[in-house]
């Protein structure tokens, strides 16, 4: 199986490339060729006899044809300008979260032969817009109250068209809140969640913006690193027309997730959490939901962790070899 991983280099492309170059498969299906491409240089892959990494924005002329000259039979679509960045930069957000993406799904419609790729495309809870009456259930409407959620919704309805026509295999990802983050904070709007869990465990402070009542649904890397391959060994048959799910999750509010800190990791790693209201985050915040029911994921085999101390605990296993700074 020849494998195209767009925006490799991100923190999640970064986790899935890992996976795949670890296990050298998909399922049962070996990997024979693995492309992992993003805007920026990546050194993943090196040594390896099957994989290479290579520097291509996504958003420039001619960089779709280029994705695809090796005819990969899976692509993973991860490449995106994130929410806050979106939102300051309007030009910017729309040249590569929508006209980028549109010209890769043209880019195969070009290709011709019969090349039908299977294409797993990430998404956001970002495409839903209040009002919200309790849980956002799999019916419920696009309403997208930022430019980040606007692109991603009108790339799901693309991802569902281009499916529709025959033209490739989609399989769209919404994911809930990516938490605990590793590496450096990003321009993401959401990125306290992270923060107040990833910087105590380093011994650095970390700046709360909003209310303990603050609440979301979240996913740690490992487990949206499996909705990913999942959604790649999929019989997407069983999707019908609706072609993006809505991933499942663990609620939490700023409250049970500083709770669950101080379960795994003490009360001296809760002390470096210093409340800064941020009256820009929190007006971002209210406008985003929080609840979700996920009945077609969880029927189709998409698992999230059952409860926020194992998100933490994944996360002082995965990036931080087992050990924190007490």
Known sequence: MKVLVIGAAGMIGRKLCERLLKDGRIGSVAITDLVMADAVASDLGAGSGFARSITVDLALPGAPA?????????????????????????????AVNLDGTRNLFEAIRAAG??????????????????????????????TPLSSYGTQKAICELLLADYTRR?????????????????????????????????????????????????????ASPRATTE?????????????????TLMMPGVRASVADMIAALRRVAGDSIVTRIRRMPDPVVMAMV?????????????????????????????????????????
């Not at 909705?227 to 790649?232: D, P, R, V």
Request: proline fraction near 6%; glycine fraction near 10%; charged fraction near 20%.
């Open 286 to 326: 209210a406008g985003w939901p929080t609840m979700f029911e996920t009945k077609r994921a969880l029927a189709l085999g998409f698992l999230a962790e059952p409860d926020f101390d194992s998100i933490i605990r994944a996360h002082i296993e995965d990036d931080l070899d087992g050990v924190f700074v007490r």
């Open 227 to 243: 909705f990913l391959l999942h959604g790649a060994q999929l019989d997407s048959a069983q999707l019908g027309a609706r072609r």
């Open 166 to 218: 025959g033209f490739f295999d989609g399989v769209g990802i919404r994911l809930p809140n990516i938490c605990v983050r590793p590496g450096k904070p990003n321009a993401a709007a959401s990125g306290f969640f992270s923060n107040i869990i990833r910087e105590p465990l380093a011994g650095r402070e970390a700046v709360l913006p909003v209310s303990d009542d603050v609440g979301q649904t979240h």
């Open 66 to 94: 280029k994705l695809l000259a090796s005819k990969p039979g899976l692509i993973f679509h991860l490449a995106a300008v994130v929410s806050g960045e979106a939102e300051q930069n309007f030009d910017k957000g729309y």
């Open 113 to 142: 032969d019969g090349y039908h790729p299977r294409i797993v495309y990430t998404s956001s809870i970002a495409t839903f817009g209040a009002p919200y009456n309790g849980p956002i259930v799999d019916e419920f409407f696009h």
